[in-house]
């Protein structure tokens, strides 16, 4: 229960991963397209976030982290793209590309946490599982926020999601930044 609980507390404190859940939202347009999306970045980082943890891939965090910011601000700038690109013919590619990388990131977090080396096949489950609690829930608000507002107020839902776009962007944007100056040391 205490690494469910961190789980599910690093996905809604974390909001670089909630910008870029928030980004992946902004390019799907039916729940069948966000079911795979969403189960398409679940399997990614499951599987980085183990093989990091077992130490069987090991990068150094400050270039992950960069690239999760960098990541961020594709999707930032593929939801304001008005045409069809990959990213809104395949969204399931982007999330597992995209999964794959943060899970390392996730990985860095249950690292300083620490893990029981007598019940570690536990532990990581039972993050995962908090993580997925975490995202399901932030999915369910915003999927049914964005579906009220398409439905109900359309003009103000297209305004909304253009400032969230641009303000998701601006604030990665200064990640990568931030992020990539902080590589060198």
Do not use: K
Not at 72 to 100: D, N
């Amino acid at each position: 229960l205490r690494y469910s609980g961190l789980g599910i507390e690093h996905i809604l404190l974390g909001i670089d991963h909630l910008l870029f859940v928030l980004g992946l939202l902004f390019l799907v347009t039916t729940l069948r397209r966000l079911a795979w999306v969403v189960t398409a970045f679940t399997l990614a980082h499951s599987l980085t976030l183990a093989l990091a943890v077992l130490e069987i891939v090991e990068l150094a965090s400050a270039p992950v982290e960069a690239c999760i910011a960098l990541s961020i601000v594709l999707l930032a700038r593929e939801a304001l793209t008005e045409g069809e690109t990959v990213t809104r013919r395949a969204p399931w590619l982007v999330g597992f590309a995209f999964g794959l990388l943060h899970g390392l990131g996730f990985a860095g977090a249950l690292t300083e946490v620490g893990l029981p080396s007598d019940q570690l096949p536990l532990a990581l489950l039972s993050f995962n599982v908090g993580v997925e609690v975490g995202q399901l829930m932030f999915v369910v608000m915003v999927w049914g926020a964005l579906r009220w507002c398409a439905t109900h107020r359309p003009r103000f839902e297209r305004q909304l999601r253009t400032a969230l776009c641009y303000g998701m962007g601006g604030i990665a944007v200064m990640w990568t930044i931030e992020r990539t100056l902080s590589i060198g040391g």
